[in-house]
């Protein structure tokens, strides 16, 4: 990781769970990071308890599902920090909005989110590394479980999943086409307990039907992508799946 120390880091929806637990990670790794987030001041408490620590935190308001928030986001890293390094598309919102019977705006949010924001997210980030001929830059994508595959109860929020392991693959194959060393990751979690309890709108019904499972925690998560990252620069992990001891699914 030392090669990444005093470098720009943006992580998105970085007000709680996962995306908190990175932001504190890599500023202890050294890291300038971005918080980006509809609840700023979250993060402007989170660099309050985080002075000590080798690198630093700066807050940003911005709803990722807002393409002007985004590029206004950017626009704020550029003239404050000069440009993207690595990139963390955390941000996302799930509902178990069926198919059938389900809530159209409740669709809308998740695929503007979970999809369309972390596209543009990644364009505005790609846009910066070769703005400044950065050809070591990260992308990094937590995905999820459901990515991979489907349960019933939250097809929707699985459909907007799968498209972001379809958007890493993408990516990945662009970049190769354009002779670039940066990397693209997608990180699947399983299970994550904090991220379910504060930043989840699935019912707690739906994941009280799974009974007694073991889950993950967002430290669990930080700690995958330190890894990701810290791996030598010609090697890409490509796919990060993670689960807890006991996982049923």
Not at 5 to 22: E, H, K, Y
Not at 88 to 108: C, F, H, P, Q, R
Not at 183 to 188: G, L, Q, Y
Request: include cysteine; charge should be neutral.
């Amino acid at each position: 990781m030392e090669r990444w120390s005093g470098r720009v880091a943006v992580v998105t929806g970085a007000s709680s769970g996962i995306g908190a637990a990175i932001a504190e990670e890599l500023v202890k790794k050294g890291l300038k990071v971005v918080g980006l987030a509809r609840r700023q001041e979250r993060i402007q408490e989170l660099s309050k308890s985080l002075k000590s620590a080798k690198g630093k935190l700066y807050a940003v308001k911005c709803d990722v599902s807002k393409e002007s928030d985004v590029q206004g986001a950017f626009k704020w890293v550029k003239d404050n920090l000069g440009g993207v390094d690595i990139l963390v598309n955390n941000a996302a919102a799930g509902y178990d909005t069926s198919l059938i019977n389900g809530s159209t705006e409740e669709m809308k949010k998740m695929l503007d989110l979970n999809v369309l924001g972390l596209s543009v997210c990644t364009k505005e980030a790609l846009q910066s590394m070769k703005e400044r001929g950065v050809d070591d830059g990260h992308i990094i994508h937590i995905n999820s479980i459901l990515g991979h595959y489907l349960i019933d109860a939250f097809s929707v929020y699985s459909a907007s999943k799968h498209a972001v392991t379809a958007l890493t693959e993408g990516l990945r194959r662009e970049l190769v086409k354009q002779n670039s060393k940066i990397r693209v990751t997608s990180v699947s979690p399983g299970a994550v307990r904090t991220e379910i309890a504060e930043a989840s709108a699935f019912p707690k019904e739906a994941f009280e039907s799974l009974g007694n499972m073991p889950y993950l925690n967002s430290k669990d998560i930080a700690d995958a992508v330190i890894y990701v990252l810290g791996t030598p620069p010609h090697v890409q992990i490509h796919e990060l799946t993670i689960k807890p001891i006991g996982e049923m699914f």
